[in-house]
């Protein structure tokens, strides 16, 4: 009899060991996930911060980037600068002005140290016509390499009924009086020398006389 009441209570002893390690296991099981969960909410919010932190700078980023890029308005500005320099490139000349005769024109500035300018007249029945000769004195020689000539209008239209080569007429005023030009037909000089190098750029550029004559108010 009292062997087996030991037995029964050596049973009962095992029974609550191993009931209460079932109930130790059981609570710590129960206690990881909360902790696990805890901490893994915390990494998930220190992670949102630095996203939110991260992005005003990319934000940043992108206005500067936007502030850096040229604008249209002053991209098209190059385009307009490089063009008025080219102009005044083009438009390289000197003044004459004829007081006397009453009229201005602009000469390529290529013969401008070379040019010597001479005045005579001519009659044309009975009417005085004013000319105006351009002779470039060059290295190797001197040519007249332009003529102008100022007359009534109507010796301009007699010589425009007569037979040869008529000039190119650069302007007339209200008073009757008509400047007309004879331009250079060929190039006198030697090919390959100095002087047919600047009566070939003159030539180039002659059509600024014709832009920029101009009877001078009296």
Do not use: H
């Not at 500005?77 to 003044?95: C, K, M, V």
């Not at 470039?136 to 301009?156: D, H, K, R, V």
């Amino acid at each position: 009899m009292k062997k087996t009441m030991k037995k029964i209570l050596v049973a009962l002893l095992v029974c609550s060991i191993l009931m209460m390690s079932g109930c130790t296991s059981r609570t710590e099981s129960e206690s990881d996930p909360r902790p696990a969960t805890e901490e893994s909410s915390d990494t998930q919010a220190e992670n949102e911060e630095v996203i939110e932190e991260e992005e005003p700078q990319s934000f940043e980023n992108e206005t500067n980037d936007e502030d850096q890029q040229p604008s249209g308005s002053e991209t098209s500005e190059n385009p307009d600068e490089n063009s008025a320099s080219t102009q005044s490139a083009d438009a390289d000349s000197f003044l004459y002005e004829n007081s006397e005769l009453g009229f201005s024109v602009q000469l390529p500035s290529c013969i401008e140290k070379n040019a010597e300018f001479t005045t005579d007249t001519r009659d044309d029945n009975g009417e005085t016509v004013n000319i105006v000769s351009v002779t470039y004195q060059g290295e190797s020689g001197q040519a007249n390499i332009l003529t102008l000539e100022e007359m009534s209008s109507q010796s301009w239209e007699n010589m425009q009924k007569q037979n040869g080569p008529i000039p190119v007429e650069l302007g007339s005023s209200e008073n009757g009086r008509v400047v007309v030009m004879y331009p250079l037909q060929s190039n006198p000089f030697e090919p390959g020398t100095s002087d047919a190098d600047v009566i070939d750029q003159f030539t180039k550029e002659k059509a600024v006389i014709s832009e920029s004559f101009t009877f001078l108010e009296k």
